[in-house]
């Protein structure tokens, strides 16, 4: 009991849990909104469904890395605010703003980059038609979805999560009888097909926008900073070039990242429908899993600005040892539950046994690297907060796409090593990778540590 006094600082758990519980809700609504786009476009036809599919596998790629250029605003925020600057908060804002427009010309152009891809992987006319008209859907999006991720920066900043859990879920709600309309048709709305749940996508994204917009001017704490963020005003290029230059190594890590475990799926596509339907159901319990690790991630990213911005290594330090024993505890309980019910898992996607008992070995090599994705995770959201991003970015490459990747080719396909392991190759690899990931970064934080709190002696 008295090492575990010394390792959890009550006070730093309160506030984490306070921070991360919300945050987890919300990636969990936003999490089901795309299983619910999954759900409505099948039930419209097989056509319909890979359609969705392939647009998705351009458009959230590119998408979530533009978006995660921008989570460094949460973490400069607190950090102003941990240093006593909350009224610099405004100015930083307006110029996020402005990065911001740039960053959607520059998704625009990749989005539309995007739509040449579909004709070039699948020769199915409908199939490409229902990508292309979802994609020209999401572009409508782009505004709503970059400017929401600088408004949830914003209220991320001030440790206020809340906000972003209550409209998600109400965004959650909305997302199921809107698809329906749009999908299938309802009175003066025509039927869109699959393409229908981009349009539901873009609706909702423009609802969380003006939701936040308007909680902004309601808390009487927060109408400086919008009035600040909506001054028209001359660009201060040093804070653009400074969030840029902290955000983009952010943006490409997740780029990195997401096409590694993409790719990997094309790796497998050859072995058949039963080998992609294992390994799909696997990666979805992965992704629902991670939603833990990536929340406390966020949580801790925050609250290590605030005590960076403070120059306090007491509060610091005591953050670190709370977050790491509570991820423990927490990862190593998931992965305990999923290697005993990983069949039971499996068998609320699908009743074909043999995906299940494909499946239940690949789930059993995903419990055993959730602590390397919980700590990769961890140390990822503390170099945030200490505002040390480019290693990340080169990490991920490395670990990724330099040992990954090639391993995972293979595994898969070749006797190199050991005889073809089919997707199992793959996630043996998702281990590797995972692990090294986590040992690196560990590496770097550490340094990291050091040189953050040298430097304010």
Same mark, same amino acid.
């Given at each position: ?68 250029? =921008? ?10 605010? #941990? ?56 572009? =409508? ?11 949830? #920066?914003?209220?991320? #900043? ?12 109400? #965004? ?76 983009? /190594? ?155 990747? /090639? ?51």
């Amino acid at each position: 009991m008295n090492v575990l006094r010394k390792l959890v600082d009550k006070g730093e758990l309160k506030r984490l849990l306070v921070l991360m519980l919300p945050l987890y809700i919300a990636n969990l609504m936003n999490m089901g909104m795309g299983v619910v786009d999954t759900i409505v476009a099948g039930q419209a036809g097989p056509e319909q469904l890979a359609g969705v599919a392939l647009g998705s596998s351009v458009t959230v790629p590119i998408m979530v890395a533009v978006g995660a250029v =921008l989570t460094i605003i949460g973490p400069m925020i607190s950090r102003l605010r #941990g240093a006593g600057s909350e009224g610099k908060v405004g100015l930083l804002l307006n110029n996020a703003k402005l990065l911001a427009l740039l960053l959607m010309v520059l998704e625009v152009a990749a989005l539309f980059a995007g739509v040449t891809v579909f004709p070039l992987v699948s020769d199915d006319a409908v199939m490409v038609q229902v990508a292309t008209d979802y994609l020209y859907f999401l572009l =409508l999006c782009v505004p709503a979805s970059v400017m929401l991720r600088c408004l949830q #920066g914003h209220f991320e #900043g001030y440790g206020h999560t809340r906000p972003a859990m209550i409209i998600a879920f109400i #965004g959650l709600l909305l997302n199921i009888p809107l698809n329906y309309a749009f999908v299938f048709g309802w009175g003066p709305v025509p039927a869109m097909g699959g393409a229908g749940t981009g349009l539901t996508t873009t609706l909702i994204h423009y609802m969380m926008m003006v939701a936040l917009l308007v909680l902004m001017g309601v808390y009487p704490r927060y109408r400086r900073n919008i009035v600040q963020m909506w001054a028209n005003r001359r660009a201060e290029w040093r804070v653009v070039r400074d969030i840029f230059y902290k955000g983009l /190594p952010l943006g490409v890590a997740s780029l990195c990242e997401m096409t590694f475990f993409c790719v990997v799926t094309l790796v497998i596509a050859p072995l058949g429908a039963l080998a992609v339907g294992a390994h799909q159901v696997a990666i979805n319990v992965s992704a629902v899993l991670f939603m833990f690790p990536l929340s406390l991630s966020i949580a801790t990213a925050i609250r290590s600005a605030y005590h960076v911005g403070a120059r306090d290594k007491e509060r610091f330090d005591a953050l670190l040892r709370t977050s790491i024993t509570f991820m423990l505890v927490v990862i190593l309980s998931l992965a305990l539950l999923t290697i005993v019910f990983r069949r039971e898992i499996i068998s609320l996607y699908t009743d074909e046994l043999p995906i299940i008992e494909l499946a239940s070995g690949l789930l059993f090599l995903c419990a055993v690297y959730q602590l390397s994705d919980a700590l990769q995770a961890l140390m990822s959201g503390l170099l945030r907060g200490c505002h040390e991003t480019q290693a990340i970015t080169w990490v991920n490459m490395f670990s990724y796409w330099v040992i990954g990747f /090639p391993l995972a080719c293979i595994l898969i396909r070749t006797d190199w090593i050991v005889p073809a392991m089919g997707p199992a190759g793959a996630w043996v690899s998702f281990v590797v990778a995972l692990t090294i990931t986590a040992l690196l970064l560990s590496w770097r934080f550490a340094c990291a540590r050091k040189r953050v709190f040298a430097a304010h002696q």
